[in-house]
């Protein structure tokens, strides 16, 4: 983009200026979402597809958003991605998800064609055309930058971009680790939230609403958050109930695993909850409660290692991978998708802008399938109202917070969120990269301020370098 046009569009007044103050008019103004839609979307990786919906050679989805849309396929020789129009006029060749390799891309308006490798096959009529149109190189498919981690594939319509791993950093091989890129989905819903897309996204960065958001899991272990956020029970960031004994405390983490896998499956699956059941009454020294719980904790990562291993699910070391790769419990991929890791299986969210006050939210459940079992990935999302009672109770109690939060902002003085420094850091962090985005901070400063989002959930307020 030539550089007059990039300096020439601010965030102006609603720039975040204030590290702790976040101007709440960047959630509805019609301007600002202007500007990201210019300045923020066309350069930056955004998860376009997971890989096992274009398991074979032909396959391919559609991806779009803000009206651009991408058409990723698995070719021969790899996973690749084009602007989805007609080079003749325009009409968009496909919609929704496929397989190409009979056929190709058939245009529905003239039938015009293209092959997986983006060629032009099929002109209709075409000695009524110049030559100079037929180009076989102009007819080609305009490819789109696409590059695949952790089981996706991620587009970036900037070609100056720098790559996917330079943009999300350490975190990519971190998560990694915990065997991401091996993980299925066993279910995928999506849903249509009347809020901003930063605001849901914002819902997921801090722990710090769960004690009055998800009460049930601060009633089950009430000691984990206290230390965290609130009045302490037994001493700064000691997770266990000075009043319980150690058999206690092990129920007392027990009851909260199984709350955190009926509130989101993949999060906490209910097969480790399971393994975790098991070793309720294992023998654990008394005196230290502490030390026993993360005896227990342990106990249970080597457990799920060793009988998800044994029935052939390709499980990592959980004791050493969190050892050499500790993960927190969002790991976030700017700028609209984040992972909820725990064991062996994670959660996946998405987030898709549909307007200032409207976004698309998907959520997958993700976990390991032994080899040579026959899993069905969904396809499609199921489609649900945010209120459904189908949704998991986790995202639901979240999902009755953030439209109401959206109708807040508009409230008559009020001016600004106001943030903790120590714990809401990340929503601070999350919009002065935005910021740097339609300022037009140079890409590379940017990709090393995103670095800085992984493992900052919960986290503070950090200098970006800009
Ligand atoms: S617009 Fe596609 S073939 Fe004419
Ligand atoms: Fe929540």
Known sequence: MPEAVKTSHRSGPLEVTNPERIPAKRYYDEEFYRLEGENLWPHVWQMACRLEQIPNVG?????????????VVRAKDGVKAYHNACRHRGVPLAEGHGNCKGQGFICPFHGWRWNMEGENTFVYGRHMFSEEQLDKRDLALRTCRVETWGGCAFINFD????????SIGPVADRIEAHGMGKLRSEWWYATVLPANWKLAMEAFMEGYHVMRTHPQLQQAA????????????????????????????????IKHLELLSQGMAGMVHAKEVEIARQLADVDLPEGDPQQA?????GMLNHQIGEQLRARGEAVPDLNAVAVSDPIHAVEFIF??????????????????????????FELWSLT??????????????????????????????????IPIQQKGLHAEGFDFMRLSKDVEGLISNYNRIIDGYLKGVPAEKLAVANQKLGGNFDGKILDLGF
């Open 293 to 297: 719980i993360m005896m227990w904790f």
């Open 159 to 166: 070609n100056e971009a720098p790559s996917l791993r330079d």
């Open 59 to 71: 396959d391919w989805v559609e991806y779009s958003n803000l009206g651009k849309s991408v058409i």
């Open 335 to 360: 700028p609209h998708y984040f992972l909820l890791p725990m064991f062996s299986s994670m959660s996946s969210y998405r987030i898709r802008p549909l307007g200032p006050e409207s976004c698309l």
């Open 222 to 253: 009430p000691m984990l958050y206290n230390s965290m956020y609130g009045m302490d029970t037994g001493g700064i960031g000691v997770p266990i109930d000075p009043n319980l004994d150690t058999k206690g405390n092990i129920k007392a983490q």
């Open 368 to 401: 390991h399938v032994a080899e040579g079992e026959a899993h069905e990935p969904p396809v499609e999302p199921t489609i649900l109202p945010y209120d459904s009672d189908q949704f998991p109770a986790i995202p639901r109690q979240d999902y009755a917070n």
